[in-house]
T-cell receptor, first 108, second 116 residues
Framework: DAKTTQPTSMDCAEGRAANLPCNHSTISGNEYVYWYRQIHSQGPQYIIHGLKNNETNEMASLIITEDRKSSTLILPHATLRDTAVYYCIVRVAYQFYFGTGTSLTVIP | DAGVIQSPRHEVTEMGQEVTLRCKPISGHNSLFWYRQTMMRGLELLIYFNNNVPIDDSGMPEDRFSAKMPNASFSTLKIQPSEPRDSAVYFC??????????????FGDGTRLSIL
């Protein structure tokens, strides 16, 4: 069972920052938060993950609240190619529980 | 670097036939996962191998499904006999070490299976 709650869909203007929220209020202290995205007809693509601290890589930034009950994925300058379903996942051991994700549409 | 490679990309076959899906993990990865994705149930883990040994097969739907990993660079998922309800996209993923919580899984592009 998915341990996260995400909005079903979001829109973002091209060139703007896309902020995707996720609630994971039942997360345990040693469980990581992962973000993946899936573009139509492709496999899930790894984006970023974190435990407690905020993380940044070449694709995105991950902001985790101090109580770890929620997080936000930030795509700093969204492009049309960022249109995809974004999954927020709480990893339990080797298990990734994919929920229904957020369908992000980047608008020209 | 080559990612996870799956074949075939598409498979259409008739009910009752045997189906074999293939996966080549990323070189050096010691963990391999098979997932199934459907509209109704989303992405589900079917089986997890670590160092070529099946660790968790609790997600395998029934005895018609079997998976093998004869060596570190190859795995198969077999359905025999196939049924229309097996129609789905099947993904293979690999990880440097599936036991480490900070190691991500990397997915292939999947096999879209249609059973008529």
């Amino acid at each position: 069972d998915a341990k996260t709650t995400q909005p079903t869909s979001m829109d973002c203007a091209e060139g703007r920052a896309a902020n995707l929220p996720c609630n994971h209020s039942t997360i345990s202290g040693n469980e990581y938060v992962y973000w993946y995205r899936q573009i139509h007809s492709q496999g899930p693509q790894y984006i970023i993950h974190g435990l407690k601290n905020n993380e940044t890589n070449e694709m995105a930034s991950l902001i985790i609240t101090e109580d770890r009950k929620s997080s936000t994925l930030i795509l700093p300058h969204a492009t049309l190619r960022d249109t995809a379903v974004y999954y927020c996942i709480v990893r339990v051991a080797y298990q990734f529980y994919f929920g229904t994700g957020t369908s992000l549409t980047v608008i020209p | 670097d080559a990612g996870v490679i799956q074949s075939p990309r598409h498979e259409v076959t008739e009910m009752g036939q045997e189906v074999t899906l293939r996966c080549k993990p990323i070189s050096g990865h010691n963990s391999l996962f098979w997932y199934r994705q459907t509209m109704m149930r989303g992405l589900e883990l079917l089986i997890y191998f670590n160092n070529n040994v099946p660790i968790d097969d609790s997600g395998m739907p029934e005895d018609r499904f079997s998976a093998k990993m004869p060596n570190a660079s190859f795995s198969t998922l077999k359905i025999q006999p196939s049924e229309p309800r097996d129609s789905a996209v099947y993904f293979c993923a690999s990880s440097l070490d599936g036991q480490l919580p900070y190691q991500p899984q990397h997915f292939g592009d999947g096999t879209r299976l249609s059973i008529l």
